[in-house]
């Protein structure tokens, strides 16, 4: 069932909505996050992951990567929170697991 709420969301994602979008310069601070990502099956659920977190308000830069299982984050911590983010991922089907951190 969750494959298939990604499926329609990255469907629509894909159904000429991918005009670029203005991301405004803020004085604001920016926090990195990175997590495993459990879920991945194929490369092109890194790249659907990539691109709908991209468009959460907020986040400044994603890289997912499918071989790592693996997905960093820039992100405003002033707009957008580190759980809501996670929440994000595990709405479109993947466990996000935070990376041990130095």
Excluded: N
């Excluded at 894909?14 to 601070?29: M, R």
């Excluded at 659907?48 to 499918?66: D, H, I, N, P, S």
Aim: aromatic letters at 8%.
């Amino acid at each position: 069932m969750q494959r298939r709420r990604f499926v329609q969301m990255m469907t629509l994602a894909s159904a000429g909505t991918l005009a670029a979008v203005e991301v405004a310069a803020h004085a604001g601070e920016t926090a990195t996050v990175s997590y495993k990502v459990k879920g991945f099956t194929c490369v092109t659920c890194a790249v659907g992951l990539e691109t709908m977190l991209g468009r959460q308000k907020g986040v400044k830069w994603v890289k997912a990567t499918y071989p790592d299982a693996l997905v960093i984050i820039k992100y405003d911590p002033s707009t957008v929170t580190e759980p809501a983010l996670r929440g994000f991922i595990s709405d479109l089907g993947f466990t996000a697991v935070p990376e041990h951190r130095g």
